[in-house]
C-alpha cells in the first residue's frame, strides 16, 4: 500500500537522519523546513502537528509519527528491501539494531547538545556545560574510532540508516566547534558517508528547502 508521506524537518537538525531514511526508500515524500530561527517549531500551528514542538515529524496518511528510532524502524518495518539495515538474522540481531539507534537517540544526542547548543542544558553559563559535553564526547569518539578500525560501517561491510545517525552526531558537534581532527577512522567513515548517494540526496533536498524559504521571505 503507497502510503501518503510528509516530512517535518530543519535545518542541520537531526530530522537529516529521516530525510536521509526516506531518500534511500526512494518513495515520493512531500517535505516542510521548519523554521527553528523565527521559532515556528513552537508556534500554534506546528504543534497542533507535533506537540513536543520537535524534528523530525513524520506524517503518514496524516498521522504524526515522532523520534528518530519510530520513524527510522517504521520505515524499514514498511520497506524491509530499502537497505535501511543489514538483515536481522535473529530477534538477537533485530534488537542490536534497535539499540544502535536508541543509544545515539538518547544517549549520544545530549551530548551532542551540550556541544553544539550548551544554552539548552543551562539558564547560567554556557563554558562549563560546553566543556562537559567535550569531555563526554572524546572518550566516545576513542571508542568509536577503534571500532572503526575493525569495519567499514556500524555494522560491518554494509551501509545502514545507522551511519547517517551517527555522521549527524558527530559532524553536528562540529559546528558546535568541536574538532574532529584527531579520529583518522571516524575521518574516513565521514568521508564514506558523505559520498552515499541517500545522504547526498537528502543534502540536497534539505539546501533547496533552506534555499525556498529564503526566496519566500
Ligand atoms: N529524541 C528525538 C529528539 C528530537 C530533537 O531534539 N530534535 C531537535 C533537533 S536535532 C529539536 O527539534 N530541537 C528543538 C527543541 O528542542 O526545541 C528524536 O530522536 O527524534
Not at 107 to 130: E, I, L, Q, Y
Amino acid at each position: 500500500m503507497a502510503h501518503d508521506l510528509k516530512l517535518y524537518h530543519a535545518y542541520t537538525a537531526c530530522s537529516r537522519v529521516t530525510l536521509t531514511a526516506l531518500e534511500q526508500v526512494g518513495v515520493p515524500y512531500a517535505d516542510h523546513l521548519v523554521d527553528f530561527r523565527v521559532g515556528e517549531h513552537k508556534q500554534p500551528a506546528y504543534l497542533a502537528i507535533n506537540r513536543q514542538g520537535k524534528v523530525p515529524c513524520l506524517l503518514v496518511d496524516g498521522a504524526a509519527m515522532t523520534e528518530n528510532v519510530a520513524i527510522l524502524r517504521w520505515l524499514h518495518a514498511t520497506y524491509p528491501d530499502a537497505g535501511l539495515f543489514p538483515p536481522a538474522a535473529s530477534a538477537w540481531d533485530d534488537a542490536r539494531q534497535l539499540a544502535a539507534l536508541v543509544w545515539i537517540s538518547a544517549s549520544w544526542h545530549p551530548t551532542v547538545r551540550a556541544v553544539k547548543a550548551p544554552f539548552m542544558w543551562t539558564t547560567g553559563d554556557v563554558a562549563p556545560v560546553k566543556e562537559k559535553g567535550e569531555q563526554l564526547f572524546r572518550p566516545l569518539l576513542d571508542q568509536l574510532d577503534a571500532e572503526l578500525a575493525q569495519r567499514r560501517w556500524w555494522f560491518g561491510e554494509q551501509w545502514s540508516i545507522v551511519d547517517a545517525y551517527f555522521w549527524w552526531a558527530y559532524v553536528n558537534s562540529e559546528f558546535g566547534g568541536f574538532d574532529l581532527g584527531g579520529w583518522s577512522n571516524i575521518a574516513r567513515h565521514r568521508a564514506d558517508n558523505e559520498a552515499h548517494p541517500a545522504l547526498q540526496r537528502a543534502l540536497a533536498r534539505e539546501a533547496a528547502a533552506v534555499a525556498a524559504l529564503k526566496e519566500a521571505k
